[in-house]
């Protein structure tokens, strides 16, 4: 089977090459200093987690390469908006845009809409450059994922995210690359997809949940969608619930938060 990560992080490469032949590494450098001069900074995602009761980050997420187009016509300036006035705890937004239907303009059409909730950088980070470009249209935190990244280079990229303001989500999904926690990112993340073949498995939160450092924030990802598995992987101690695909194949995606909320916290504990 096709490694989908492997495909996908090729592609980043050439990406982030032409992104700095329109925008120069000095000038993206320069935007950014200006724009931290002037005291711009966005909430702490790990905070929001941490204090919310419902830990959820709803993901604006219009296309997947296993799913095809999920909400082609979704707009960056009223969904995550939407997501705001019905109870998120944060957001995830994509910006990958060949295979996911994103765009960097997202995050600020969400910001000027009037989303003040921290927002997750979502893409396939490889390169220091695209730290710049999370911090300039407004993240407040990035993610990097173990999979697509050396040790050492994700690290780096860590330090150099955290120097800009933004926090980290690192991304992990085996035994393997629980290493990678060491580095004591802001927030720890289980990804329940393999990214190499796209097959999705909530049980990995749960298999993996006890390796992880006791005093992390904890975000399990992908495949979640019923109140009781949301329900059963806090009291496994997750703090938060990246969910997307469920409310963006929603009629009115804030809508479908709304009651994933409402079932979730009216139910009696386990």
Not at 166 to 191: S, T
Request: proline share 4%.
């Amino acid at each position: 089977m096709k490694d989908v990560l492997e495909e996908i992080v090729a592609w980043k490469r050439v990406e982030v090459e032409r992104f700095k032949e329109v925008l120069s590494e000095r000038a993206i450098h320069v935007r950014v200093e200006e724009q931290m001069q002037q005291g711009l900074q966005h909430p702490s995602m790990r905070t929001a987690l941490l204090s919310s009761e419902s830990g959820i980050i709803a993901e604006f997420k219009r296309k997947s390469p296993s799913r095809g187009w999920i909400k082609e016509e979704g707009r960056a300036g009223e969904i995550p908006l939407s997501y705001q006035h019905n109870g998120a705890a944060a957001l995830s937004i994509l910006t990958d845009e060949k295979y996911f239907g994103g765009n960097d303009r997202f995050i600020v059409e969400a910001r000027r809409s009037g989303v003040t909730l921290p927002v997750l950088y979502k893409n396939f980070v490889i390169d220091e450059y695209q730290l710049f470009q999370a911090r300039l249209c407004g993240a407040s935190a990035v993610l990097l994922i173990a999979a697509a990244l050396p040790f050492q280079t994700c690290r780096t990229l860590m330090h150099t995210a955290q120097e800009l303001g933004l926090e980290v989500l690192l991304e992990m999904h085996g035994e393997e690359e629980l290493d990678y926690a060491d580095m004591e990112p802001d927030l720890c993340g289980i990804n329940n997809r393999n990214l190499g073949t796209f097959i999705t498995d909530v049980e990995n939160s749960f298999r993996m949940a006890e390796r992880l450092p006791r005093e992390a924030c904890k975000v399990s990802e992908s495949g979640i969608s019923a109140p009781d598995t949301v329900r059963s992987l806090r009291l496994a101690g997750f703090h938060g619930f990246l969910i997307g695909e469920c409310f963006m194949k929603a009629d009115h995606p804030g809508l479908a938060l709304k009651e994933l909320i409402r079932l979730t916290t009216e139910q009696t504990p386990l």
